[in-house]
């Protein structure tokens, strides 16, 4: 079953504008990671959020984290063409090795 | 480094066949994963393996069999193919703790007819 649920399923913006995507989770977690996906490729790991932290920066991404309400958001700021992709929210638990699930994504347009 | 690397990039088989798909990775990742991806369903589990020699089931791993006998690959095989198990397949390598996420090969495209 999905663990994390982003929101929206898709998102179209202009070029320069910021995108957020958000992602809701059922149980508890070690961390939270957040991959891209270009159209036909393989998920590429963008940055990575450990359940004792609330904020991390990575270059023009901006991740939250908020553990009592389970949820987290990336933002892409100044979003460039090349940003078109999907995004997908991962989590992992914590009790030993814990593999991670995916959430279905959120699907992100950045036109010219 | 070659990263994850995973063969054949496209496949169709008939109903019935068996095929293994592959998987090597040359960072000395512990930890070693495949997942399916069907439209709109995001990633969903099939095994995993946490060190050469332990395997275990994920979510969907119904109709799938894997084996770790080097850390470096991890295949998994299809014992009867059926359409339901056409899908992209990825395979992902992490070192144990992940502290650095994971890393995902660029996949299989298989098709069942």
């Known amino acids: 079953s999905q663990q994390g649920e982003e929101d929206p399923q898709a998102l179209s913006i202009q070029e320069g504008e910021n995108a957020t995507m958000n992602c809701s989770y059922k149980t508890s977690i070690n961390n939270l990671q957040w991959y891209r996906q270009n159209s036909g490729r393989g998920l590429v790991h963008l940055i990575l959020i450990r359940s004792n932290e609330r904020e991390k920066h990575s270059g023009r991404l901006r991740v939250t984290l908020d553990t009592s309400k389970k949820s987290s958001s990336l933002l892409i700021t100044a979003s460039r063409a090349a940003d078109t992709a999907s995004y997908f929210c991962?989590?992992?638990?914590?009790?030993?090795?814990?593999?991670?699930?995916f959430g279905k994504g959120t699907m992100l347009l950045v036109s010219p | 480094n070659a990263g994850v690397t995973q063969t054949p990039k496209f496949q169709v088989l008939k109903t019935g066949q068996s095929m293994t798909l592959q998987c090597a990775q040359d960072m000395n990742h512990e930890y070693m994963s495949w997942y399916r991806q069907d439209p709109g369903m995001g990633l969903r589990l099939i095994h995993y393996?946490?060190?050469?020699?332990?395997?275990d089931q994920g979510e969907v791993p119904n109709g799938y069999n894997v084996s770790r006998s080097t850390t470096e690959d991890f295949p998994l095989r299809l014992l009867s193919a059926a359409p339901s198990q056409t899908s992209v397949y990825f395979c992902?390598?992490?070192?144990?703790?992940?502290?650095?996420?994971?890393?995902f090969g660029s996949g299989t495209r298989l098709t069942v007819v």
């Open positions: 393996s946490v060190g050469a020699g332990i395997t």
């Open positions: 991962a989590t992992e638990g914590n009790s030993g090795y814990s593999t991670l699930t």
């Open positions: 992902a390598s992490s070192k144990q703790g992940g502290g650095n996420g994971y890393t």
